[in-house]
């Protein structure tokens, strides 16, 4: 089991921003490809953002496409979200995922999660 530690979070007010980063605790864990997945109260946990490490190609989800940016060092296995004009409907627990053979696109390819961070957007 390769655990993923999560940090940054918190409340920030509409239109602000925020960062996460997330990096796998095991050294010798070689991943495919890493991202985010968030969950709101009552709705389903769903796609934010992915990122390839072999090329480096991202994938986003529509609903914050131009306003997330991932990023990553390949070498440490972290990545790190910037989240920037953030909405109401940003407001969830968002969850660092990592996959060894697939692109973290959806929940069948994720192998491991963080155990996930506040995202609060005050209005």
């Known amino acids: 089991q390769v655990q993923l530690v999560e940090s940054g979070g918190g409340l920030v007010q509409a239109g602000g921003s925020l960062r996460l980063s997330c990096a796998a605790a095991?050294?010798?864990?070689?991943?495919?490809?890493m991202g985010w997945f968030r969950q709101a109260p009552g709705k389903e946990r769903e796609f934010v953002v992915g990122?390839?490490?072999?090329?480096?190609?991202?994938y986003y989800a529509d609903s914050v496409k131009g306003r997330f940016t991932i990023t990553s060092d390949n070498a440490r296995n972290t990545v790190s979200l910037q989240m920037k004009s953030l909405r109401s409907d940003d407001m969830a627990v968002y969850y660092c995922v990592a996959s060894r053979f697939g692109a973290v696109l959806s929940r069948a390819n994720v192998d491991y999660w963080g155990q996930g961070t506040q995202v609060s957007v005050s209005s």
């Open positions: 990122i390839r490490f072999s090329d480096s190609k991202t």
């Open positions: 095991e050294r010798s864990f070689s991943a495919y490809s």
